[in-house]
């Protein structure tokens, strides 16, 4: 931070480039919140998160930005998608999911944007780095990760390994318990108790109409 601000009226490629990558970051953000699409919405969230991933290079945090595209879009969205294929969530428009906070979350969200904002401008008023390209931190941060930080980082791999498990185990319906049925509930052939194959009620056992 040794070299004079540049001016306002004349910014530079990165600049401009970045604040492109910001404005496309804040509308698909916006789009996430607003959508009434579950699917849409998840997508969505992957071009917040690319454009992220795209600030972050025009910032020379290659790592950084590499680590968002692997593990925001490569495992979060990923795992989401799975999660409401999984639990088989509505995923079109629905009327009843909308609780009538919206304008409070508005109010909510304006203020805590307006407080971040004041933050960072009173913080870093006057401060000005070039964007020059650097040699990276990806070796430092590796050898940290692995050395200092390698318990965590395998309690992580575990945590992560248990939710994959648990999520295949929740997808199987050829699970069956003691007494014939499969953990959903479900008879023996993967049909509810009160399904027959031909889709109607069970027969009356009592011998009634």
Do not use: K
């Amino acid at each position: 931070m040794t070299e004079a601000m540049p001016s306002y009226l004349s910014p530079t490629g990165q600049e401009i480039i970045f604040l492109l990558l910001g404005a496309v970051a804040v509308g698909s953000a916006l789009l996430v919140v607003t959508t009434r699409q579950l699917v849409h919405a998840a997508l969505w969230l992957v071009v917040t998160f690319g454009a992220l991933a795209g600030c972050y290079l025009v910032l020379t945090a290659e790592f950084v930005a590499w680590v968002q595209v692997l593990i925001y879009v490569g495992a979060v969205i990923v795992l989401l998608l799975f999660g409401i294929m999984l639990t088989r969530a509505p995923i079109g428009r629905s009327t009843d999911l909308d609780s009538g906070n919206r304008p409070a979350a508005v109010v909510v969200a304006l203020a805590t944007a307006a407080i971040l904002v004041t933050v960072v401008i009173d913080g870093f008023r006057m401060a000005y780095t070039p964007l020059t390209p650097g040699q990276g931190g990806a070796g430092e941060l590796g050898g940290s990760i692995f050395s200092t930080w390698v318990l965590p980082f395998e309690a992580l791999s575990v945590l992560l390994l248990a939710a994959l498990i648990g999520a295949i185990v929740l997808s199987r319906t050829d699970i069956t318990g003691a007494n014939g049925t499969n953990q959903r509930g479900d008879g023996p052939n993967g049909l509810s108790r009160t399904d027959t194959p031909g889709g109607g009620s069970p027969p009356d056992q009592t011998g009634g109409h």
